[in-house]
T-cell receptor, first 111, second 113 residues
Framework: DQQVKQNSPSLSVQEGRISILNCDYT??????FLWYKKYPAEGPTFLIS?????DKNEDGRFTVFLNKSAKHLSLHIVPSQPGDSAVYFC??????????FGKGTRLHILP | KAGVTQTPRYLIKTRGQQVTLSCSPI?????VSWYQQTPGQGLQFLFE???????NKGNFPGRFSGRQFSNSRSEMNVSTLELGDSALYLC????????????FGNGTRLTVT
């Protein structure tokens, strides 16, 4: 049973525009959410996180939004840059130090 | 601060053999987690160790095991290898405190033939 779902395997966005990556979860016990970025042949890199007591967290070009009632979170990247082309993983934890990942969304930034 | 180091980077084994992968966490980090990444399956949680104790375990068969040493370094062992075990194995460390992110190594690419 997949507890963290990223329903879009890939996404293409024009350089300079906004990239929006979506993630849904099923476990209502999740209270900490993270986004990771992964380039080929490298490990995932932590991007940004949000606790369930917040509905928004911002760090530079990256903003994560959390909608607890819909069990949905999204990552916004503004403006999108060529170096943002990577696979993005959504992840969640229920406070037990076990972090569950989605299957990832491949983001292509078009010139 | 040095990052998470995994060795070896690449490994080729034959079905039925066993393999040991190594992970050195970021200095000061006491928690080490292991994940398996296969195409189309994302990162699947194997287990997590904190202060030499396994705190969490994923849904993998008993052929997959791990341990953590007093210096927080960790090893993962897979016995009786199967073709389906071919994957990228990622190790990640964290402080182990609540709501602390994982920091990943670059992984070990295991190919079983």
């Amino acid at each position: 049973d997949q507890q963290v779902k990223q329903n879009s395997p890939s996404l293409s966005v024009q350089e300079g525009r906004i990239s929006i990556l979506n993630c849904d979860y099923t476990n209502s016990m999740f209270d900490y959410f993270l986004w990771y970025k992964k380039y080929p042949a490298e490990g995932p890199t932590f991007l940004i996180s949000i606790s369930s007591i917040k509905d928004k967290n911002e760090d530079g070009r990256f903003t994560v939004f959390l909608n607890k009632s819909a069990k949905h979170l999204s990552l916004h990247i503004v403006p999108s840059q060529p170096g943002d082309s990577a696979v993005y993983f959504c992840a969640a934890s229920a406070g037990d130090d076990k972090i569950i990942f989605g299957k990832g969304t491949r983001l292509h930034i078009l010139p | 601060k040095a990052g998470v180091t995994q060795t070896p980077r690449y490994l080729i084994k034959t079905r039925g053999q066993q393999v040991t992968l190594s992970c050195s966490p970021i200095s000061g980090h006491r928690s080490v987690s292991w994940y398996q990444q296969t195409p189309g399956q994302g990162l699947q949680f194997l287990f997590e160790y904190f202060s030499e104790t396994q705190r969490n375990k994923g849904n993998f068969p008993g052929r997959f095991s791990g341990r953590q040493f007093s210096n927080s370094r960790s090893e993962m062992n897979v016995s009786t290898l199967e073709l389906g075990d071919s994957a990228l194995y990622l190790c990640a460390s964290s402080s182990g405190l609540e709501d602390s992110p994982l920091h990943f190594g670059n992984g070990t690419r295991l190919t079983v033939t």
